[in-house]
């Protein structure tokens, strides 16, 4: 079995595929670099393929548009970053289930690295051929979908919270 395959073996969107699958899945994973800086993604730009983390950390950051003028007096926006992701993690999936979906974050190469990409085209092909595996594959990102959501959400709620609180303080005069 070869380094890729058991490389595979450890990605949580992958757990539910066999040994066959994992190899079949391995030979239409393109292997890229990544530098320390460098935007791996977008967000706003359309997508059509999902990333997996082999070597290295790369950070998620979203734009926060507040208004012209309230962070900076050209842009009006700021970059949050959500979280930081390390090896055998998957991100892009969203552009990958939903094909040339846009990209809703920036992810950006906080160290050198490497990631392995597959192509929305290149998985079709492979689930006509290996309908279980994708199925198993469609499955596990969902779940990891929604275990995003679901933080997300609970994020949501604690701004939420904070800036009601923060709106309802009487003002000194």
């Given at each position: 079995?070869?380094?890729?395959?058991?490389?595979?073996?450890?990605?949580?969107?992958?757990?539910?595929?066999?040994?066959?699958?994992?190899?079949?899945?391995?030979?239409?994973?393109?292997?890229?670099?990544?530098?320390?800086?460098?935007?791996?993604?977008?967000?706003?730009?359309?997508?059509?393929?999902?990333?997996?983390?082999?070597?290295?950390?790369?950070?998620?950051?979203?734009?926060?548009?507040?208004?012209?003028?309230?962070?900076?007096?050209?842009?009006?926006?700021?970059?949050k970053v959500?979280?930081?992701?390390?090896?055998?993690?998957?991100?892009?999936?969203?552009?990958?289930?939903?094909?040339?979906?846009?990209?809703?974050?920036?992810?950006?190469?906080?160290?050198?690295?490497?990631?392995?990409?597959?192509?929305?085209?290149?998985?079709?092909?492979?689930?006509?051929?290996?309908?279980?595996?994708?199925?198993?594959?469609?499955?596990?990102?969902?779940?990891?979908?929604?275990?995003?959501?679901?933080?997300?959400?609970q994020d949501?709620?604690?701004?939420?919270?904070?800036?009601?609180?923060?709106?309802?303080?009487?003002?000194?005069?």
């Amino acid at each position: 079995m070869n380094e890729r395959v058991e490389f595979l073996k450890k990605v949580p969107a992958f757990k539910g595929v066999g040994d066959e699958g994992l190899a079949r899945l391995a030979a239409i994973c393109k292997t890229a670099a990544m530098k320390a800086g460098d935007a791996i993604i977008r967000e706003g730009e359309e997508g059509d393929c999902v990333y997996i983390i082999e070597e290295g950390q790369v950070e998620v950051s979203m734009a926060i548009t507040m208004g012209a003028g309230l962070f900076d007096e050209d842009k009006g926006a700021m970059d949050k970053v959500l979280v930081k992701l390390g090896p055998g993690t998957m991100f892009g999936e969203m552009a990958f289930i939903f094909d040339h979906d846009l990209r809703s974050a920036t992810i950006t190469a906080l160290t050198d690295g490497k990631v392995l990409s597959i192509t929305s085209a290149d998985f079709k092909r492979f689930a006509e051929d290996d309908v279980k595996s994708a199925y198993r594959i469609v499955l596990d990102i969902a779940q990891i979908i929604a275990t995003r959501l679901r933080k997300t959400n609970q994020d949501v709620r604690k701004l939420t919270t904070v800036l009601t609180i923060a709106l309802r303080k009487p003002r000194n005069k």
